[in-house]
C-alpha cells in the first residue's frame, strides 16, 4: 500500500527538493533501461533457437512495473513543481496588483461591496 508523505522546506529549496525525488528513480529508470534492452534481445530469434515467450512476458511484467514506478514519481514531482509555479505566479500577481485589486481578492469580500455608495458618495 502506499501513503503519501508531508514535509516542509523552505521555499528557494523546492525544486531542488524535487530534483533529489526524482534522482530516487534512477535504480528503477536504470532497470527499465535494461530490460527494454533485453526483452528486445530476448524476442529476437537466435540462430535456431525459438524465443522464450515465457521469459519475455515476465519481463514485460517486470518492466511495466518499473515504468509504472517511474511514472508515480513523475507525477509526484509535477504536482510539487506546479504547485511551487501557482504559488510564484500568486506572489508576482498579489506583488504588482493594484490596493483595490487585492481588496476585491480578499476572502470573504466580492467586487460588489465596493461601490460609491458605499463609501458616502453623492
Request: charged residues 30%; negative net charge; contains cysteine.
Amino acid at each position: 500500500m502506499r501513503v503519501k508523505l508531508s514535509y516542509t522546506v523552505e521555499e528557494e529549496d523546492v525544486l531542488k527538493e524535487a530534483a533529489k525525488i526524482i534522482g530516487l528513480s534512477g535504480e528503477d529508470m536504470g532497470q527499465c533501461v535494461g530490460l527494454f534492452n533485453e526483452l528486445q534481445t530476448e524476442l529476437k530469434s537466435k540462430d535456431d533457437n525459438p524465443p522464450n515467450t515465457i521469459k519475455a512476458l515476465e519481463m514485460i511484467e517486470e518492466f511495466r512495473k518499473a515504468l509504472l514506478a517511474v511514472d508515480t514519481r513523475l507525477a509526484e514531482v509535477s504536482e510539487i513543481v506546479v504547485g511551487y509555479d501557482d504559488y510564484r505566479r500568486d506572489n508576482i500577481t498579489n506583488a504588482t496588483a493594484p490596493a483595490h485589486t487585492l481588496r476585491a481578492q480578499a476572502p470573504g469580500i466580492d467586487d460588489n461591496s465596493y461601490t460609491d455608495e458605499l463609501f458616502g458618495a453623492d
